[in-house]
């Protein structure tokens, strides 16, 4: 691979901290999306009046705060991936414990 700010030098090696990081974010993003359509499934069947009561109406707001929770948290995970991936090169020298993640490197998207 072969572009703007890839080294030239045989010393360079890819960060794979930096892939497994960009990985993560992808899988992050991805679950992301899948949780948020999950509670809108949920709550179109709420409102089209298959609950109903005081019992679905505190089941709801608990839903409600399930989702601002769960969603809250892989935002936040997102963000910090995100902080992380900025502090981090795309090209290490070859003694870099980055240079070395244990477990394969995954290709450019995650995938």
Do not use: I, K, Y
């Amino acid at each position: 691979m072969t572009g703007p700010g890839t080294p030239t030098g045989e010393a360079a090696r890819p960060n794979r901290h930096r892939e497994a990081v960009e990985a993560a974010l992808a899988a992050a993003a991805d679950g992301r999306v899948r949780l948020a359509d999950a509670f809108h499934r949920l709550f179109a069947v709420a409102d089209e009046g298959g609950w109903q009561g005081r019992a679905a109406s505190d089941w709801r707001r608990q839903a409600e705060q399930a989702r601002t929770a769960t969603l809250g948290t892989v935002d936040a995970f997102a963000d910090a991936c995100r902080r992380s991936l900025a502090g981090q090169p795309e090209w290490v020298p070859a003694d870099d414990p980055r240079a070395r993640h244990p477990g394969p490197a995954l290709p450019a998207g995650g995938r």
